[in-house]
């Protein structure tokens, strides 16, 4: 019995020990975890190097655990170092070194605002981390020592000036937090545009180290953004010093109630974004992005339904060849963030793609005129900026004129306007952004009783420079309403979108 005994308590001596080593382990998981994904939400301080040829032996090569290579500093000058520190909290008197960061710049030749000559590809990787320097302190104190003596002595040198933290989250005073977070500047704005746009946006600068180095960070030299009703392109050529420009081709409406290739139409112009003022502080730079195109009826209802992925009804409202112009602003005279969208056509109604036969009258209808103008507002759930959300409100305009035929199909000079209104236009926008990742979107558009539905899920990545997604697009019948002459029951649409560069 005694014996018996014995081995009960040294196996629940060897097991309780055993559990705990694997608690403590799980627990310093956990905090790697966290300072790797939330170091910029963490109130945490560095303290920026380059190693020198002749600095403490111990020091060029740092044990680590887990049989990995020991960590070996680099004497380059495109090689700096960043050790990360808690200077002091909760039960804890001293600083308490975190983690070392290996940080490496390549200069990258460009010109313009988005790639500019000089400009800094960084590469940031983890050397040692915090299991690694908990393992030095307790088994290899001497060397752990002198890292702590590098940084107080860092600390005392500069004890009257600021010492560089990862916090990137600034308390702002004026920053309206009623139903979430939204910036006061053009940071949401950004954000939204570089997740949903085609085109390319600017990006800030990132500083490097200590602040000693910096630069703007570059993006590839052809930025593509291809889907099944829309193409956009742009090539570093076409920067310049206070923006952007690019080519596009659509097959979308802004305004009506359609679907993408619905309208019959192509139009192919090019966009443009410009700094009004402050060109360098793409926070607080008053932007005009503007697009220009000419949309061409090209009688595309035989390509429409020839579509698989396109399930709806065939089209019956025509669209004639048109000046399209669309105008964005950042807060213009302090006023909320603008959109201006209108498009004139030719009124033309000799050569319709659609005739319709209603109560044994031929008739064609037509859209000549569209107007949009609207107010954006954005604002995230959280400081973490994962739930991101924009919402349009203002007025849109479109009519309907209905032109008759004879018994042959020939204009014969009759024109009515069926439609004359100014409605008002609604959307809302989500999108989920984790750890800065775009994963998913959507929007909803109400106007003149009719919703307009887009969901987007990526569901390939290469890299963050190349993606795919697949996006839904829905149009509903009209809601609460009969369906008039030209209108359709609505429709669903399934495309692949595939974006480089942006």
Not at 130 to 150: E, H, I, M, Q, V
Not at 176 to 190: A, E, H, P, Q
Not at 246 to 266: H, K, R, Y
Not at 392 to 402: H, K, L, N, Q
Request: aromatic share 12%; with cysteine.
């Amino acid at each position: 019995m005694k014996k018996i005994i014995k081995y009960v308590l040294i196996f629940s001596m060897f097991f309780g020990v055993s559990l705990q080593a694997q608690q403590l382990d799980d627990l310093l998981k956990k905090i790697d975890l966290k300072l790797k994904k939330d170091r910029k939400y963490l109130n945490l301080h560095y303290y920026s190097f380059q190693p020198e040829k002749n600095m403490d032996n111990e020091l060029k090569s740092i044990p680590r655990i887990e049989e990995k290579d020991p960590c070996v500093f680099q004497f380059d000058d495109g090689i700096s170092y960043r050790l990360v520190f808690l200077k002091g909290g909760i039960e804890l008197d001293s600083l308490e070194l975190l983690f070392i960061d290996e940080i490496k710049v390549a200069t990258a030749e460009g010109g313009g605002v988005f790639g500019a000559a000089g400009a800094s590809n960084v590469d940031t990787s983890v050397v040692l981390d915090f299991k690694d320097l908990r393992s030095l302190k307790a088994n290899n104190y001497g060397t752990y020592s002198k890292l702590y003596n590098l940084v107080r002595r860092f600390l005392i040198e500069n004890e009257d000036q600021e010492v560089p933290g990862t916090l990137q989250i600034r308390p702002d005073d004026e920053m309206k937090t009623s139903m979430g977070i939204s910036s006061r500047d053009n940071k949401d704005f950004l954000s939204f545009a570089r997740v949903n746009n085609p085109f390319i946006y600017p990006r800030e600068t990132r500083r490097v180290g200590g602040g000693i180095r910096g630069g703007e960070t570059t993006t590839p030299d052809h930025r593509v953004d291809v889907s099944f009703s829309r193409m956009a392109y742009s090539h570093k050529v076409m920067d310049f010093s206070l923006g952007n420009a690019s080519a596009e081709i659509s097959f979308e409406d802004q305004v009506l109630n359609l679907l993408p290739w619905q309208g019959m139409t192509l139009a192919a112009g090019f966009r443009l974004l410009m700094a009004l003022d402050k060109p360098r502080d793409i926070n607080n730079a008053t932007y005009m992005d503007v697009n220009l195109a000419i949309r061409l009826d090209a009688g595309l209802k035989s390509l429409f339904e020839a579509q698989p992925y396109i399930l709806s009804d065939s089209p019956v409202l025509n669209v004639p060849t048109s000046f399209v112009a669309g105008f964005s602003f950042t807060r213009p005279l302090s006023l909320p963030f603008i959109n201006i969208y209108f498009a004139a056509g030719q009124e033309d109604y000799t050569a319709p793609n659609v005739i319709l036969n209603v109560k044994n009258n031929n008739y064609g209808y037509y859209s000549n005129t569209q107007f949009e103008s609207t107010m954006s507002f954005y604002w995230n759930s959280s400081d973490r900026l994962t739930s991101r959300f924009r919402v349009d409100i203002g007025m849109a305009y479109f009519d309907v004129v209905r032109a008759t035929y004879n018994a042959s199909k020939k204009f014969s000079g009759s024109v009515t306007t069926v439609k004359d209104d100014i409605m008002p236009v609604f959307t809302l926008h989500y999108n989920f952004v984790p750890s800065d990742n775009p994963l998913l979107g959507a929007s909803f558009k109400v106007l003149d009783g009719v919703a307009k539905l887009k969901a987007w899920l990526k569901v390939f990545e290469i890299s963050p420079t190349h993606t795919i997604r697949l996006e839904t697009l829905y149009l509903s019948a009209p809601i609460m309403r009969d369906r008039r002459v030209w209108e359709t029951e609505g429709g669903i649409m399934f495309q692949l979108r595939y974006r480089y560069g942006l």
